[in-house]
């Protein structure tokens, strides 16, 4: 069957049934092809005229011809089309065709994050960076709103020579959107239109302008410049500053507007191909795709690419958590980045009785400053049939015009549906509140300030609640925490690497957004309040910290290598929290595993001189590959190479974290081999410290290693013994996990570099 076949024989049922164009839909698909260059017939000046050739060579009865969407020129030897069934057989037959995959969708996953990240103006990182000026940020996202005050270019020196990038015109877009901020801003949606996506129609701009506000939000975080006196309805007011505030920004529009958003893989590897082209030095990626092997997965293998240029990739970990293997973007060439919260939350103060008998704190986001004064409060008494706020348990008499006090958890639908003013909600969850959750004036209370609310309510009995709204508290604790989201490792294609990499803030931060878009949905309609500036959670929220430190780093290190950076970034993170425990997962309430927040959460300061780093370079992830035990084909798709040798396929990639996988036993034991470099003038003596739990036994190799200086390197070798059974085992994420840390501790110096040991049972052969 193909597609002339298919085409004449419905084209006979178009009048009566009305049906073709789905039909036909279905057997011509969007393909991703992979071509071998070294087989291009010389008389071809190009591969790009190569491949059209092959493209129109192809039979086209009937009038259906291929289209061509992409080629791509760094990131894969190959090109993206649409094709019929029996066009592709064709090409598959072919000299020079590698590999063909169907088209796939990906999809997305502040004021005071520098302070909280210990960034200051005059000290430390941000001076020594220049505030990054000189990097740029290549952000592939949902667009971007140049008119936004965090992309002004006020004092910015111009654009760097090397750049070679542009601004695309487009709906409400055109070249005098960009400036010495935003330098670059292209849209891909060819792949998406293919798939039947009309952006007229979905009110989406068919341009590298921001619909959603998500790619706005990210950039900003990145690189936004600072605007004083952002907040989210008075809520986290500050200067809103970003990461790396003199970066320049490229926005790379992908993700586009279809009831959720999403990304085709022809357009997010063309994104990616561009953004090399143009010459970024980082790029920043919210968004993924399904977890495939690492061929068939267009961030991984365009990130391949990127990471020989220098290029550093990083990316969010996914939304997927709190279970374990929900790892998005895994590829060990890529910075993975799972989200945190950070030491501040929102509040009101409520005040209870005419007088002021008793005044507390609680948690809330609702947007509007509302006069909440001397309002009746409504309580059951302890008469109640019903849990009171359970469904259908309040009687709107009872309480129309007054507050409601519920003393057994959140259900704002019961308390809008009854037509309540307002509530007061007694909780254990109101970490899990957002600020959507806040539509109308509600605050949420610890259990034990609920408790003497209650108390309060039974012996006053008839009396009223005064609130004031829009407080901002600073110094939570404990912070950070992993918020439940956040999705755990290990990655389910690639385990013998502990992913994800690091935690970074990602839990209500606040950056620019999309000024024409409802971000605060108020009352029982939910109609929706704009703003400039939005409060967003997500490990999308995480990746642009990261992206934006990372771009710190490489102004002051610009001789390292994307892994030398991320190496800096993981075995400097911290693992304690601000009450001096671990860092607990918000899930269980309890300290979290490496599992959850990899190495640790990002410290900017310290990264900045870690003293010694674990190096890689492409060769070492394709002996990992080759570890893997991927074949020749997969290996040549990732790495466009055609020669590479597996002699020393190893699973043991030298990484700044260690992994080690129990496959269906309790013991096991690894001899890990890793080398060091020194990234110090001076010489240095560094001695091993293992803090490993009983069920885990580490002898390193040499105990103690002397470097000479700057890149002297030197190798050692850690043998660990694991029994899951004995000792500090824990159940979580899915995996029972045993972890413990390698610490290189500088002898007569200030430098520790720390990485994480973990063992966790492999994915295999579970489903
Ligand atoms: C871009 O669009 C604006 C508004 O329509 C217009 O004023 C400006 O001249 C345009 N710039 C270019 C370079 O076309
Ligand atoms: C848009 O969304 C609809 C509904 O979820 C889906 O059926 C359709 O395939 C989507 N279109 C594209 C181009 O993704
Ligand atoms: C897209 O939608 C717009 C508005 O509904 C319509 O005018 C246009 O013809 C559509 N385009 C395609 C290619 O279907
Ligand atoms: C519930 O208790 C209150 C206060 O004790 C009393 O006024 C009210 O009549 C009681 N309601 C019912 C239905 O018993
Ligand atoms: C409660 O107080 C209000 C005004 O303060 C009053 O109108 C109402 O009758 C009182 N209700 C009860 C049950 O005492
Ligand atoms: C945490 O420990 C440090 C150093 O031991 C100490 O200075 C600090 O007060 C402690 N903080 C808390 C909240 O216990
Ligand atoms: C790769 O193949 C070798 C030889 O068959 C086998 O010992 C090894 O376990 C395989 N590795 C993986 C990761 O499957
Ligand atoms: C691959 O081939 C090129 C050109 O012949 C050669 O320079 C290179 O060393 C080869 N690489 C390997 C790993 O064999
Ligand atoms: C675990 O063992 C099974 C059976 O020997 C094997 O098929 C699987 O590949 C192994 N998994 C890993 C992650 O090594
Ligand atoms: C490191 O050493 C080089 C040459 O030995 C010297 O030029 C440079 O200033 C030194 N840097 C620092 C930070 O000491
Ligand atoms: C592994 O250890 C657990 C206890 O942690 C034990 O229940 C189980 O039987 C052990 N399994 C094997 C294969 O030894």
């Not at 780093?613 to 074949?631: F, H, P, R, S």
Request: glycine share 8%; net charge negative.
């Amino acid at each position: 069957m193909d597609c002339s076949f298919f085409f004449s024989l419905l084209y006979f049922f178009l009048l009566s049934v009305g049906m073709s164009a789905a039909l036909v839909a279905d057997d011509r698909r969007t393909y991703i092809i992979h071509m071998d260059k070294s087989a291009m017939p010389s008389l071809f000046p190009d591969h790009h005229s190569w491949y059209m050739s092959t493209l129109s060579s192809l039979s086209s009865l009937n009038g259906v011809l291929p289209t061509h969407l992409y080629t791509y020129n760094h990131v894969l030897d190959g090109f993206s089309a649409v094709l019929c069934r029996s066009q592709l057989d064709q090409l598959e037959k072919m000299s020079g065709h590698v590999a063909t995959y169907p088209e796939t969708f990906g999809k997305l996953q502040t004021t005071h994050t520098p302070k909280f990240l210990g960034l200051e103006p005059n000290v430390g990182l941000w001076p020594e960076a220049n505030f990054g000026d000189d990097m740029i940020i290549g952000v592939v996202d949902t667009g971007i709103w140049p008119e936004s005050e965090s992309f002004r270019d006020d004092e910015m020196p111009p654009v760097p020579e090397r750049w070679r990038g542009t601004c695309e015109s487009g709906v409400e877009f055109n070249s005098s959107n960009c400036n010495r901020k935003l330098i670059g801003a292209r849209s891909f949606s060819k792949g998406m239109k293919e798939a039947g996506l009309n952006i007229s129609k979905t009110d989406d701009y068919d341009s590298p302008r921001d619909y959603d506000g998500h790619g706005t939000h990210t950039s900003s975080t990145a690189a936004g410049s600072p605007v004083q006196d952002a907040s989210y309805f008075n809520y986290a007011k500050g200067t809103a500053i970003g990461m790396a505030p003199k970066a320049r920004l490229a926005m790379y529009k992908v993700l586009f507007f279809n009831y959720t958003y999403e990304a085709a893989a022809t357009d997010t590897i063309a994104a990616m191909d561009q953004a090399i082209a143009d010459g970024v030095d980082i790029m920043s990626l919210s968004l993924g795709f399904f977890e495939t092997p690492f061929e068939q997965n267009p961030i991984a293998v365009a990130a391949f690419t990127a990471m020989e240029k220098g290029i550093i990739v990083v990316c969010a970990a996914g939304n997927g958590g709190p279970h374990g293997f929900t790892i998005l973007n895994g590829a060990p060439w890529i910075t993975t980045v799972g989200a945190g919260t950070i030491d501040r939350d929102y509040a009101a103060e409520v005040t209870l009785g005419d007088i002021g008998d008793l005044t507390v704190s609680g948690k809330s986001i609702y947007p509007l400053d509302l006069l909440v004064s001397r309002v009746p409060i409504y309580f059951g008494y302890g008469n109640r049939s019903k849990e009171i706020c359970d469904d259908y348990s309040l009687d709107p008499k009872d309480v129309a015009g007054k507050y409601v006090f519920c003393d057994s958890g959140v259900n704002t639908f019961e308390t809008d549906r009854a037509g309540a003013a307002g509530a007061i909600f007694s909780t254990d969850d109101s970490i899990f509140l957002q600020p959507g959750d806040f539509n109308n004036p509600y605050v949420a209370v610890i259990p034990e300030v609920g408790n003497s609310i209650k108390d309060y309510l039974i012996k006053a009995k008839n009396t009223t609640v005064s609130i004031k709204f829009q407080l901002t508290v600073l110094g939570t604790k404990p912070a950070p925490i992993v918020v439940w989201f956040s999705s755990r490792g290990p990655d389910r294609k690639s385990p013998w690497i502990l992913k994800p990499d690091i935690l970074a803030p990602g839990v209500n931060i606040l950056a620019a957004y999309a000024p024409n878009r409802g971000i605060a949905p108020i009352g029982d309609d939910y109609d929706y309040l704009l703003s400039d500036f939005a409060l967003l959670s997500g490990t999308s929220m995480a990746c642009p910290h990261v992206a934006g430190i990372s771009a710190l780093l490489k102004a002051v290190h610009r001789d390292w290598s994307p892994a030398a950076i991320r190496s800096a970034l993981m075995t400097t993170a911290y693992v304690i929290d601000n009450v001096n425990g671990t860092i607990i997962d918000m899930t269980t309430g309890i300290a979290g595993t490496p599992l959850d927040y990899g190495s640790g959460h990002i410290d900017p300061i310290k990264a900045i001189d870690p003293g010694l780093v674990y190096d890689l370079e492409a060769q070492d992830y394709i002996n990992y590959l080759c570890g893997m035990n991927y074949t020749n084909q997969q290996i040549k798709i990732i790495t466009k190479r055609s020669n590479f040798s597996c002699d020393q396929a190893s699973l043991d990639l030298n990484y700044p974290s260690f992994m080690i996988l129990l496959n269906n036993t309790n013991t096991t034991s690894y001899i890990f081999k890793r080398v060091l470099t020194s990234v110090v003038n001076s010489s240095s003596v560094y001695r091993a410290v293992v803090n490993a739990p009983s069920g885990m036994k580490v002898v390193v190799e040499p105990p103690a290693i002397a470097f000479d200086g700057k890149y002297s390197t030197a190798k050692f070798s850690m043998t660990v013994e694991v029994d899951a059974g004995v000792g500090n085992v824990r159940i979580q994420s899915d995996s029972i996990v045993n972890y413990g840390y390698l610490s290189w501790n500088e002898v007569k110096g200030k430098h520790v570099v720390r990485s994480p040991v973990v063992a966790a049972f492999a994915p295999y052969p579970r489903a």
